[in-house]
């Protein structure tokens, strides 16, 4: 199993966790309060810092219950912490809603997953081999 390492830089902060067993994400907390009106988005911070096991991201998602309830969500999904990253965790949350949104100091605002990263060699090519879409895309296989 790897190892996660997470540091508290604020005495309100919250380590994260995994609310279930089986869960893919873990938790990740609000140390502060703000509101976000409508339309509006804004950094809200977490108080850790971590260090990610050797060749891993953090991928930051939206909280499925906050999207849905209340139009929350994380503006820049998956937001990616890369495995050098030291700085605090912060969580950019949007309002898509119609009401002024209260963030409160120790909710659950998001969840933090991490993930292999695979680094390829990078090679600039004249051509590119043709394949059964080609240029097609943005809706070309249809709704149905």
Do not use: C, W
Not at 87 to 103: A, R, T, W
């Amino acid at each position: 199993m790897l190892e996660l390492k997470i540091k508290k830089i604020h005495q309100d902060a919250i380590i994260p966790k995994y609310a279930h067993a089986t869960d893919a994400g873990m938790d990740l907390y609000s140390i502060e309060e703000k509101i976000i009106n409508p339309g509006e988005s804004t950094l809200i911070k977490t108080g850790i810092v971590i260090e990610l096991p050797k060749n891993t991201e953090a991928q930051v998602r939206p909280r499925s219950g906050l999207a849905l309830k209340s139009s929350i969500t994380v503006l820049n999904t998956p937001g990616t912490i890369d495995e050098g990253y030291r700085g605090e965790i912060k969580i950019i949350l949007i309002n898509h809603g119609k009401s002024p949104f209260q963030v409160e100091k120790h909710m659950r605002i998001a969840q933090m997953v991490i993930k292999n990263v695979v680094r390829v060699k990078i090679n600039e090519v004249q051509e590119v081999s043709e394949s059964d879409r080609n240029k097609d895309g943005f809706g070309s296989t249809g709704t149905k």
